[in-house]
């Protein structure tokens, strides 16, 4: 299977701190968080396609250093515009029939990942999953209208939100 991992964004809401740094890049628990991702990863990822943008060189020093056990591609995102962008960028570099997607910039335990990894896609309608969460203050970020247990709509830092369940990062 492969998975895509998203790393070129600036880190803006981190300012300075990201000023030299890409936000992947930061240590959590004495790791960057692209190593926690990396690594919790299962033997069925076979292939890594990591969108770069900011600070790329940094973050393919990083991870070429590591010598990780999957192929790594690697897709340059110009212009963040967006998830599905960047998404849509790795289109001709996916093989798999299914694939995992995760931002590069969030700490996720890795039972969380490997839970959706290895979530049954065998409902016929089932065709997808996105990991979600609940926050008091949706209006920040994606929020997603659920109905009948299904994904509506991800609402963009909406200052209405229809629900307080956000996209925590991690889709199938």
Not at 1 to 15: S, V
Not at 40 to 52: C, F, M
Not at 54 to 68: A, L, S, T
Request: hydrophobic share 40%; aromatic share 10%; net charge positive.
């Amino acid at each position: 299977m492969d998975a895509i991992i998203l790393t070129a964004g600036k880190g803006t809401r981190l300012n300075p701190l990201t000023k030299n740094l890409p936000k992947p890049l930061f240590p959590v628990a004495g790791k960057p968080l692209l190593k926690h991702i990396l690594d919790s990863l299962p033997k069925k990822i076979t292939r890594v396609i990591i969108v770069i943008g900011y600070e790329n060189q940094q973050i393919k020093d990083y991870v070429i250093r590591k010598r990780y056990p999957f192929d790594i591609i690697w897709v340059y995102q110009e212009k963040q515009l967006g998830t599905g962008h960047a998404v849509y960028l790795c289109k001709s570099h996916i093989q798999s029939e299914h694939f995992f997607m995760m931002y590069g910039d969030i700490f996720v335990e890795k039972e969380i990942v490997q839970s959706v990894i290895n979530y049954p896609l065998k409902e016929e309608l089932t065709e997808g999953v996105i990991a979600s969460v609940q926050v008091k203050f949706p209006e920040k970020y994606g929020c997603l209208e659920i109905k009948k247990e299904r994904l509506v709509r991800i609402w963009e830092k909406h200052p209405e939100p229809p629900s307080r369940n956000i996209n925590a990062g991690l889709m199938l």
